[in-house]
Protein backbone atom coordinates (compact mmCIF):
# COMPACT_ATOMS: atom_id res chain seq x y z
CA UNK A 1 0.00 0.00 0.00
CA UNK A 2 1.56 3.14 -0.90
CA UNK A 3 2.47 5.37 2.06
CA UNK A 4 -0.20 8.19 1.33
CA UNK A 5 -3.21 6.29 1.08
CA UNK A 6 -5.22 5.78 3.81
CA UNK A 7 -6.37 2.04 5.13
CA UNK A 8 -10.38 2.04 5.19
CA UNK A 9 -9.77 -1.10 7.80
CA UNK A 10 -7.43 0.65 10.03
CA UNK A 11 -9.30 1.52 13.38
CA UNK A 12 -5.96 3.94 14.19
CA UNK A 13 -6.97 5.98 11.66
CA UNK A 14 -8.83 9.49 11.98
CA UNK A 15 -12.19 9.79 10.59
CA UNK A 16 -13.59 13.32 10.77
CA UNK A 17 -17.20 13.44 11.36
CA UNK A 18 -19.69 16.92 10.88
CA UNK A 19 -22.89 16.72 12.95
CA UNK A 20 -25.33 19.26 12.49
CA UNK A 21 -27.59 20.22 15.06
CA UNK A 22 -29.66 23.51 16.67
CA UNK A 23 -29.81 22.08 19.87
CA UNK A 24 -28.87 24.31 22.99
CA UNK A 25 -28.75 20.76 24.66
CA UNK A 26 -26.07 19.32 22.66
CA UNK A 27 -23.79 22.62 22.48
CA UNK A 28 -24.64 22.47 26.53
CA UNK A 29 -23.27 19.21 26.13
CA UNK A 30 -20.20 19.96 24.20
CA UNK A 31 -19.12 22.71 26.16
CA UNK A 32 -19.07 20.62 29.38
CA UNK A 33 -17.24 17.92 27.86
CA UNK A 34 -13.99 21.40 27.18
CA UNK A 35 -14.27 22.55 30.37
CA UNK A 36 -14.21 19.24 32.42
CA UNK A 37 -11.14 18.38 30.01
CA UNK A 38 -9.10 21.61 30.83
CA UNK A 39 -10.29 21.45 34.31
CA UNK A 40 -8.33 17.93 34.87
CA UNK A 41 -5.94 19.37 32.52
CA UNK A 42 -5.03 22.00 35.44
CA UNK A 43 -6.29 24.46 34.23
CA UNK A 44 -8.16 27.92 35.71
CA UNK A 45 -11.08 29.76 35.64
CA UNK A 46 -9.31 32.72 34.35
CA UNK A 47 -7.70 30.33 31.33
CA UNK A 48 -10.57 28.09 30.87
CA UNK A 49 -12.58 31.39 29.88
CA UNK A 50 -9.96 32.17 27.79
CA UNK A 51 -9.73 29.73 25.57
CA UNK A 52 -13.30 29.52 24.84
CA UNK A 53 -13.44 33.25 23.65
CA UNK A 54 -10.54 32.57 21.55
CA UNK A 55 -11.03 31.66 17.81
CA UNK A 56 -8.59 29.71 17.62
CA UNK A 57 -10.36 26.96 19.78
CA UNK A 58 -12.72 26.28 16.97
CA UNK A 59 -14.94 24.11 19.34
CA UNK A 60 -14.87 25.92 22.29
CA UNK A 61 -15.11 29.74 20.49
CA UNK A 62 -18.48 27.88 19.05
CA UNK A 63 -19.61 27.00 22.34
CA UNK A 64 -19.14 30.47 23.34
CA UNK A 65 -20.98 32.12 20.65
CA UNK A 66 -23.74 30.41 21.02
CA UNK A 67 -24.27 29.90 24.51
CA UNK A 68 -22.97 33.33 25.71
CA UNK A 69 -20.11 34.02 28.69
CA UNK A 70 -22.20 34.03 31.41
CA UNK A 71 -23.57 30.20 30.81
CA UNK A 72 -19.84 29.47 29.85
CA UNK A 73 -19.01 30.82 33.57
CA UNK A 74 -21.92 28.66 34.48
CA UNK A 75 -20.79 26.00 33.77
CA UNK A 76 -16.84 26.67 34.65
CA UNK A 77 -18.64 27.20 38.33
CA UNK A 78 -20.39 24.21 38.42
CA UNK A 79 -17.48 21.45 37.05
CA UNK A 80 -14.81 23.24 39.21
CA UNK A 81 -15.37 21.62 42.31
CA UNK A 82 -16.02 18.33 40.91
CA UNK A 83 -12.77 18.31 39.18
CA UNK A 84 -10.82 20.92 40.71
CA UNK A 85 -7.97 21.10 42.52
CA UNK A 86 -5.68 18.35 40.46
CA UNK A 87 -3.27 21.01 39.90
CA UNK A 88 -2.42 20.98 43.63
CA UNK A 89 -2.07 17.34 44.12
CA UNK A 90 0.58 16.67 41.31
CA UNK A 91 2.75 20.34 41.15
CA UNK A 92 6.51 18.84 42.36
CA UNK A 93 7.89 20.78 45.47
CA UNK A 94 11.52 20.72 46.02
CA UNK A 95 13.26 21.20 49.86
CA UNK A 96 16.15 22.60 50.22
CA UNK A 97 18.01 19.57 50.20
CA UNK A 98 16.90 19.74 46.07
CA UNK A 99 14.63 16.70 46.98
CA UNK A 100 11.57 16.55 44.66
CA UNK A 101 7.73 15.51 46.18
CA UNK A 102 4.77 14.43 44.11
CA UNK A 103 2.23 14.87 46.80
CA UNK A 104 -0.50 13.06 44.44
CA UNK A 105 1.91 9.73 44.51
CA UNK A 106 1.84 9.65 48.37
CA UNK A 107 -1.70 9.57 48.80
Not at 35 to 56: A, H, N, P, S, W
Not at 62 to 75: N, S
Amino acid sequence: MPYDDPDATDPMALHGVVVETDSTAAMLDMAECFVEEYIRGGFDTDRILKMFQTQGYAGPFLAYQTLGEDAIRRIIDELMPLWGGRKDRTTPSSSTTGQISLPVLES
